[in-house]
């Protein structure tokens, strides 16, 4: 069995544009993320409020660091700051590719 792992970060949104630009931006990302983290085996959530997001990713190890690699290289966030990380009996999400809160 793959050991489960889970990244808690949080960050600055960097999207420009008017609020709803941004919520369409939100959405397209949203899609995408669902997309590859069920192609990824990875769940999570994604919350957005004020101009900050706070994710949850969850999964095989190799899954969870390749994709928080690429958001930390993500020009639409600034400040990641990781919470929490490390292996998890289980998930907390675990019927989810990608949960979302947020305006």
């Known amino acids: 069995m793959t050991q489960l792992h889970r990244v808690l970060y949080c960050s600055r949104n960097l999207i420009p544009g008017t609020p709803e630009a941004v919520a369409a931006d ?50 639409r966030h600034s400040g990641v700051t990781v919470l929490q990380s490390g292996p998890i009996a289980a998930r907390d999400f675990p019927d989810w590719s990608m949960a979302f809160a947020g305006p």
């Open 26 to 75: 939100i959405r397209r990302i949203l899609a995408a993320s669902r997309r590859n983290n069920a192609r990824d085996g990875i769940t999570g959530g994604l919350l957005f409020s004020e101009g900050c997001f706070a994710q949850v990713l969850e999964g095989p190890l190799d899954a969870v660091e390749g994709t928080f690699e690429r958001i930390q290289c993500d020009e």
